[in-house]
Nanobody
């Protein structure tokens, strides 16, 4: 069974950077599209970034929410079974719990194959 574990969250000042990691175990990561979602208190869950399955779609395609384009970068290291979310120029409105998700043999991310437990990101001075 696929298991996802996020790490790398924490407290950072506005304008700072963090790198989140999503480590997968139990299956070969390249067969999955991996996404990052976030949820702030009192807000709906929001899709942040997605990288498609590299097995099904060759070079993995990436997708970003408009709110993070140009600031966040999603990437994958299939050898390490890990997907990263590099977050730069962080803003207080990026504060949320961040979750990674998996969708088997998919170009898109919705979490049909699993969700991680989440990692807290707080952007505050």
């Amino acid at each position: 069974q696929l298991q996802l574990v996020e790490s790398g969250g924490g407290l950072v000042q506005p304008g700072g950077s963090l790198r989140l990691s999503c480590a997968a175990s139990g299956h070969t990561l390249d067969t999955y599209a991996i996404g990052w979602f976030r949820q702030a208190p009192g807000e709906e869950r929001e899709g942040v970034a997605c990288i498609s399955s590299s097995v099904s779609y060759g070079d993995a395609d990436t997708y970003y929410a408009d709110s993070v384009k140009g600031r966040f970068t999603i990437s994958r290291d299939n050898a390490k079974s890990t997907v990263y979310l590099e977050m730069n120029s962080l803003k207080p409105e990026d504060t949320a719990v961040y979750y990674c998700t998996a969708d088997r043999l998919s170009a898109y991310c919705s979490g049909t194959s699993g969700w991680g437990q989440g990692t807290q990101v707080t952007v505050s001075s």
